[in-house]
């Protein structure tokens, strides 16, 4: 289920993939590929909260040959562009579906891949549990949740404006991408879910934008926080050039570049 809040519909998914894709998604895509590489046997995948199948690529380019991919996401304007520029496979299927009541069997995968989605999902017990019930016994889970968004500092400035922008009514959206820091209470969620084996290891990376205003329209007008914006009666283009500004402040230009910091949990069903 989803919300205007949560909604990437519109000119979103494909802002969203060109412009934040590279500096944001694209390290961890390559992390959870490299991953899925070193599990024997991995040849039924399924990947939760595709998206634009920046991470469904990769993990394409790390499959067996004789293996299939399963790439699901809620929202079908998503799907619509990752099946555009995924390159076609017949390993690989993509469908629309709900997280938390998957349209699959008991045990029907070997791995499931969630990249930056669990965030998202409303109920996230219940979400987990799925992922469980669809895995074969022995099965991995590979997911990734940020870290705090002090250690996402590119984020953070965007937090930083929007929250100073609206003080007393500041955007939604913004709350969730890094609502799930918390590497304990992580593993204790996933642990609930009725995984074992249960790591959590929080990876940096460096992003890397082609410049700083080329991240910053995907920050301001591909996810969400731009219906909030928008709704808000912000002056759009204004807002836009600040955050350029001050991302080329902290992190150069053409290119630029700025740390990252997520959770990377593999478990076993």
């Known amino acids: 289920m989803t919300s205007e809040v949560t909604r990437f519909v519109g000119s979103i998914p494909a802002i969203y993939d060109a412009h934040m894709g590279p500096a944001l998604f694209e390290p961890y895509a390559r992390e959870l590929a490299s991953r899925l590489a070193r599990i024997d046997g991995a040849r039924r995948v399924l990947e939760i909260a595709a998206g634009t199948g920046r991470v469904t690529r990769q993990l394409m380019r790390a499959l067996c040959a004789d293996g299939t991919l399963v790439a699901t996401d809620l929202n079908e304007p998503m799907i619509a562009i990752g099946a555009e520029r995924v390159p076609a496979d017949p390993r690989l299927t993509w469908r629309t579906a709900d997280a938390l009541a998957l349209p699959f069997a008991d045990a029907s995968f070997d791995v499931v891949v969630c990249q930056f989605g669990l965030m998202f999902l409303p109920d996230k017990p219940c979400g987990l549990r799925e992922m469980h019930r669809v895995l074969e016994p022995g099965g991995t889970l590979l997911l990734t949740t940020w870290d705090l968004v002090a250690k996402n500092r590119a984020s953070e400035i965007l937090h930083e404006l929007a929250y100073r922008s609206f003080p007393s009514d500041p955007p939604l959206f913004m709350a969730l991408p890094f609502s799930m820091h918390d590497a304990g209470a992580l593993e204790a969620l996933v642990e609930e879910a009725g995984f074992t084996r249960v790591v959590v290891e929080t990876v940096g990376k460096i992003g890397e934008a082609e410049s700083a205003a080329h991240l910053a329209t ?50 076993v069903a």
């Open 218 to 267: 995907g920050f301001v007008r591909g996810n969400p926080l731009w219906n909030q914006l928008v709704t808000r009666g912000i002056d759009a283009g204004a807002f836009e050039a600040s955050v350029a500004g001050a991302l080329a402040a902290e992190f150069g230009d053409n290119p630029c570049r700025s740390p990252l910091s997520a959770h990377v949990v593999t478990a």
